[in-house]
């Protein structure tokens, strides 16, 4: 499926998810503001448009109500704010992500302000460090905001209590998903006869009311508790 998206913030961060995307085979549109920034030529298969994103009529110029997604990936947290309003509010756009620059804005970013997922650098940056380091807990990696959910990760400790068993045999709990299993270099699309193994990072997409309960079941009723005493 093809999917049309519009970025606002043609900087690093807004080129480097316009090649990703396009890699991935959608079309892209960067729209960007500083005459300095236009540069078609680091991204020729995307169109490019100058013009400032928090203005309705160059959103209107844009089509935005044709995109399936709209990015806001500017420097700047009002913009992104602005940009993810006005593309929910007014064009009506499925899915809208923003990029958070900075920590204490984060709570700014919500269903209110048009923001389906908001994406913090230093959340991000902090979940994969703990992500490097953290065997045997959860580690919460990234919040959907308008379901509520966020995607969390366990890697999987010798001691964990279904080590060397199916998935069929773990009892997820409720609104809870595993999405994915990374062992080593692979990612492996789980299926229930899937054996897990010590080193395994589980990718769960949940509600954040089930992470102790996905916790406890995948590391061991013990596990929540020394997670606590841990605070």
């Known amino acids: 499926m093809i999917v049309r998206v519009a970025i606002a913030g043609a900087g690093n961060v807004g080129r480097s998810i316009a090649q990703e995307l396009i890699v991935n085979g959608h079309q892209v549109l960067l729209i960007e503001r500083q005459p300095r920034m236009l540069r078609p030529d680091r991204v020729p298969e995307a169109r490019w448009i100058l013009a400032d994103a928090c203005e309705l009529t160059s959103l209107e110029e844009a089509e935005l109500a044709d995109c399936d997604v709209v990015v806001a990936a500017t420097g700047d947290d009002k913009v992104n704010l602005v940009v993810s309003l006005l593309a929910k509010t007014e064009f009506a756009v499925p899915r809208v992500v923003a990029r958070v620059n900075r920590a204490e804005n984060e709570w700014l970013f919500t269903e209110q302000w048009g923001v389906d997922v ?3 650098k230093p959340r991000v940056m902090a979940a994969l460090v703990e992500e490097a380091v953290t065997v045997g ?14 995607l969390v990760g366990i890697t999987l400790p010798p001691s964990a209590p279904y080590v060397g068993q199916p998935l069929h045999s773990v009892p997820l709990p409720r609104d809870t998903a595993l999405v994915a299993i990374l062992r080593g270099k692979r990612v492996l699309v789980p299926t229930p006869d899937d054996p897990i193994e010590t080193g395994d990072e589980l990718i769960f997409v949940c509600t954040t009311e089930m992470e102790e309960a996905v916790r406890a079941v995948v590391l061991g009723p013990d596990s929540v508790e020394r997670t606590r005493e841990s605070r």
């Open 118 to 120: 908001a994406v913090s």
């Open 137 to 150: 807990d959860l580690v919460r990696l990234m919040t959907f905001r308008q379901s509520e959910a966020n």
